[in-house]
């Protein structure tokens, strides 16, 4: 049969129409993109299952090349969501950039809607490691005691807040954090961890002072949970 130029376009145009719905089906479904930035403005991308046609085989090549053609001039990459966000939040304190992240956060903070419901707890929990980060204690060890009384199901700002005790020497402080997380989350590892840490240093606290008052045995016992170290 011969192929009219009326009819190969009206065929070419059934196709375009067809991966344009393909594409849009995809995107309301990735609304999270993955963190390689793959946005969909690569219309000419072909369609799954079609990549496997040799290239100038006179098959689907010649539309991608089409397709390419159309892309269009704006960017149609969705915005960044909260995780998104978080995300590279976090790698910037990771990095030792707490001073612009506490800017950023910030900034995120107030363009929430004052009519929201809620609010970003990740944003409040990355604001509390940036001031930890910058030597902020005192406004570090608030903004932690804030989120245990807003968001007390939450173990993650105990674990933290116990962290600040223990950088202070406030052991018992940090003990008393330690056993609230592990009763919100008992399958905790850091947690745990952190406990024993703790519990060691009580422990060390106990033995030298009775070893101050001449017992033997504890100053021998410190000498050896010392070396553990």
């Known amino acids: 049969m011969i192929l009219t130029p009326t009819f190969r376009r009206a065929c070419l ?137 807003r968001f007390p199901e939450l173990p993650e700002p105990w674990n933290n807040l116990a962290a600040l005790y223990t950088r202070q020497g406030r052991l018992e402080d940090a003990r008393q954090a330690l056993a609230i997380t592990l009763q919100l989350s008992p399958n905790y590892a850091l947690a745990h961890y952190n406990m024993g840490q703790v519990l060691q240093a009580l422990a060390l606290q106990s033995y030298d002072k009775a070893s101050s008052m001449g017992l033997r045995e504890a100053r021998i016992d410190a000498a050896r949970l010392r070396s553990l170290k």
């Open 13 to 149: 145009t059934l196709a375009i129409l067809s991966l344009g719905w393909s594409q849009a089906y995809a995107q309301s479904m990735d609304l999270d993109p993955a963190p390689d930035n793959n946005s969909f403005d690569n219309i000419g991308d072909l369609p799954p299952g079609m990549e496997a046609a040799p290239v100038g085989s006179g098959g689907w090549d010649g539309l991608a090349r089409v397709l390419e053609a159309l892309k269009p001039g704006v960017d149609t990459a969705l915005p960044p969501t909260a995780a998104q966000i978080a995300a590279e939040i976090e790698k910037e304190i990771d990095q030792g950039k707490a001073g612009e992240a506490l800017v950023r956060i910030q900034e995120e903070l107030d363009a929430i809607p004052s009519n929201a419901l809620g609010t970003n707890v990740q944003l409040l929990f990355l604001q509390a490691r940036a001031y930890a980060a910058l030597g902020r204690e005192a406004d570090a060890l608030a903004a932690y005691r804030d989120m245990t009384q």
